[in-house]
């Protein structure tokens, strides 16, 4: 069974730096690009940031980039996150997902983790 | 940067069809993909390449893709199947979600 479980989400101060991780399991991880959707109280899904199978190629949103770092760790299954410069438009509901393509337009977000919640507040 | 359309409210009776349509610049020249998402749930991808389903997807969810138009269409809408939708397209190296379809079942 496929599963992918985030973890790392709390309350951070404005300005502040997190980590966020994703455990894959049920799978092969390092045959799947990965890929981090967020999801602001009541609001609509945002993508966010995508890594390559092989960790070779990243990609992020222009709302993040310069401030997040997405890599992944092949070898224990592990996608990562790091936030930087955190403000209230970060607060959200963070996602990892698969595709098996990374820069394709024919792979699905096929499977979604349960999300982890990053609050930004002083 | 790319836009998809939606929206925000599709009503439809038990029973009934509901159509929920995903506007977007030339989106029939890409592959469309529809997301439920049920209140303090994670997304579920329910329709994929336009089209397909993904196995375990009722029969009673379908889609089309056409023009400036993706179409996700609920035929026979149960309860449970009131939820936000999302559709998706890949641009110029970016995903993009739709703005959102809140379906209520009346």
């Known amino acids: 069974e496929v599963q992918l479980v985030e973890s790392g989400g709390t309350l951070v101060q404005p300005g502040g730096s997190l980590r966020l991780s994703c455990a894959a399991s049920g799978f092969t991880f390092s045959s799947y690009a990965m890929h981090w959707v967020r999801q602001a109280p009541g609001k609509g899904l945002e993508y966010v940031s995508g890594i390559s199978s092989d960790g070779g190629s990243t990609f992020y949103a222009n709302s993040v980039k310069g401030r997040f770092t997405i890599s992944r760790d092949n070898s224990k299954n592990t996608l990562y996150l790091q936030m930087g410069s955190l403000g209230a438009e970060d607060m959200a509901v963070y996602y990892c997902?698969?595709?098996?393509?990374?820069?394709?337009?024919?792979?699905?977000?096929?499977?979604w983790g349960q999300g982890t919640l990053v609050t930004v507040s002083s | 940067s790319y836009e998809l359309t939606q929206p925000p409210s599709v009503s439809v009776s038990p029973g009934q069809t509901a159509s929920i349509p995903c506007s977007g610049d030339k989106l029939g020249d890409k592959y469309a993909f529809w997301y439920q998402q049920k209140p303090g749930q994670s997304p579920v991808l329910v329709i994929y390449?336009?089209?397909k389903r993904p196995s375990g997807i009722p029969e009673r969810f379908s889609g089309s893709n056409s023009g400036n138009t993706a179409t996700l269409t609920i035929s026979g809408t149960q309860a449970m199947d009131e939820a936000d939708y999302y559709c998706q397209a890949w641009d110029t190296n970016s995903y993009v979600f739709g703005t959102g379809t809140k379906v209520t079942v009346l």
């Open positions: 390449q336009d089209s």
């Open positions: 997902a698969r595709t098996y393509y990374y820069d394709s337009g024919t792979s699905p977000f096929d499977y």
